[in-house]
């Protein structure tokens, strides 16, 4: 079955510690995203790639960064320069392309804790 | 950013009761979007709208996408438990790349 996978489920980390969250899709899909959801909340863009070497920033991208070596990855690091990097962080792919406006297949999230 | 008013922020209702909830926005739309987020996961696609005026279901949801353009509204007829969880609406601009804004959700309690 194609999807998003994202791993780990759960990720505990000191402060201070940069931190790798994987996101993987096999749908083929050319977009891919990176979403913050604090409690409460909406989701927040973090970045954004719509086709491989290429990513924007999204409204909140201080304190991340991301790679677009692959069609298939998207890997969002959370680094020390993240005041408040405790959330859940959702991936999201879609078609992309001519198809921008297509919906949003998500993953099951990654809930990062940092203390 | 451009931000969705949605409301309500929660609600809780008996077991068959129909619910509504909507989005509303300061700026036009081109695309609204209506997601479910069930705890722990991520959220999984309800119904897409596509049109000005478009009303359309999926079971016993169904959702319209404004006149204006900057509204959009999601009804779930005769509540069952399974039901519970938070509904996120979300507008794309052909401008933005894909990009989706979202609503902050709406809780949903069913109670038996």
């Known amino acids: 079955d194609g999807g998003i996978t994202q791993s780990p489920k759960y990720l505990f980390r000191k402060e201070g510690q940069n931190v790798t969250l994987s996101c993987e899709q096999n749908l083929n899909h050319d977009a891919m995203y990176w979403y913050r959801q604090d409690p409460g909340q909406g989701l927040r863009l973090i970045y954004y790639s719509q086709i491989v070497n290429d990513f924007q920033k999204g409204d909140i991208a201080e304190g991340y960064s991301v790679s677009r070596e692959k069609k298939e990855s998207f890997p969002l690091t959370v680094t020390s320069a993240q005041k408040n990097p405790t959330a859940f962080y959702l991936c999201a792919s879609s078609k992309g392309g001519s198809s921008y406006n297509s919906p949003l297949h998500f993953g099951n999230g990654t809930r990062l804790t940092v203390t | 950013g451009q931000q969705l008013n949605q409301s309500p922020q929660s609600m809780f209702i008996q077991e068959g009761e129909d619910v509504s909830m909507n989005c509303t926005s300061s700026s036009i739309f081109n695309t609204w979007l209506w997601y479910k987020q069930d705890p722990g996961e991520g959220p999984v696609l309800l119904i897409a709208?596509?049109?000005?005026?478009e009303l359309t279901s999926n079971g016993r949801l169904t959702a319209q996408f404004g006149i204006t353009r900057k509204d959009s509204f999601l009804n779930i007829s005769a509540s069952i438990p399974s039901d519970v969880g938070i509904y996120f609406c979300?507008?794309?601009?052909?401008?933005?790349?894909?990009?989706?804004?979202f609503g902050d959700g709406t809780t949903l309690t069913v109670k038996p």
């Open positions: 709208l596509y049109k000005a005026g």
């Open positions: 979300a507008g794309q601009r052909d401008t933005n790349a894909g990009k989706s804004t």
